[in-house]
């Protein structure tokens, strides 16, 4: 079972899921800087915070320096969200790692950690946001 299928029982996708750690790393964040940290077109992450907004996980707040600029803040729904997406998670790397020993499954994470880090990934994106990035940017 893919980790989006997952997620589905939680009336949730994995874009939803990124955007609510992201916001959790960085609790106040801007739209726009969330944006570019995720590396997504901004449109798209207004749409994905609207349907976030609406079922009560995240809470936009006016910037107490720009009044333009929103506040991106968790819900405690929202942290109640996270923690199931954890769960899932953990269902679904354990589902994927069954195969593996404690040493392989540790190999294995150095291993993916430094292919990350070698191509330019973040710690906490999903490498589909960063895909997006590089797409734009070779657009011009």
């Known amino acids: 079972m893919k980790f989006g299928e997952r997620m589905a029982s939680l009336d949730l996708t994995p874009p ?25 077109v901004p449109s798209r992450l207004v749409e ?12 936009r707040r ?6 333009r600029v929103y506040a991106l803040h968790l819900t405690k729904k929202g ?3 996270l923690e199931s997406i954890g769960r899932v998670g953990r269902d679904h790397e354990e589902s994927l790692l069954a195969a593996l020993t404690p040493a392989e499954r540790e190999t294995l994470t ?8 070698h191509q330019g990934l973040h ?5 589909g946001y960063s895909k997006l990035r590089r797409q734009r940017r070779a657009r011009g």
Do not use: F, W
């Open 16 to 40: 939803h899921a990124g955007i609510l750690r992201a916001i959790l790393a960085s609790e106040g964040t801007s739209q726009k800087a969330l944006a570019e940290t995720l590396g997504i």
């Open 48 to 59: 994905l915070l609207d349907e976030l907004d609406r079922r009560g996980l995240v809470e």
């Open 62 to 67: 006016n910037d107490e320096d720009d009044r």
């Open 79 to 81: 942290a109640s969200a």
């Open 110 to 117: 150095t291993l993916l950690a430094r292919v990350a880090e």
């Open 123 to 127: 710690p906490g994106v999903h490498p």
